[in-house]
């Protein structure tokens, strides 16, 4: 995998598309998740961490 696989990230106001190899950090938030992206970017997701795990297979 090159990094290129597009990732569609949920909201609370809707969906927001970003590139695997953007991505630089998912952290916990309120048991919802924060992702960090290389622009700087803060995207609150509403997946709980655990839904992560399962994002990359």
């Known amino acids: 995998m090159d990094g290129s696989r597009e990732i569609v990230i949920e909201t609370k106001t ?3 598309k970003a590139y695997e190899m953007q991505i630089v950090s ?6 919802r998740s924060e992702v ?3 622009s700087g970017q803060s995207i609150e997701c509403i997946w709980p ?3 992560w795990k399962g ?3």
């Open 49 to 51: 961490m655990k839904k």
């Open 26 to 31: 998912i952290k916990t938030k309120d048991r």
């Open 36 to 38: 960090l992206l290389s």
């Open 55 to 57: 994002v990359n297979r």
């Open 14 to 16: 809707g969906f927001v």
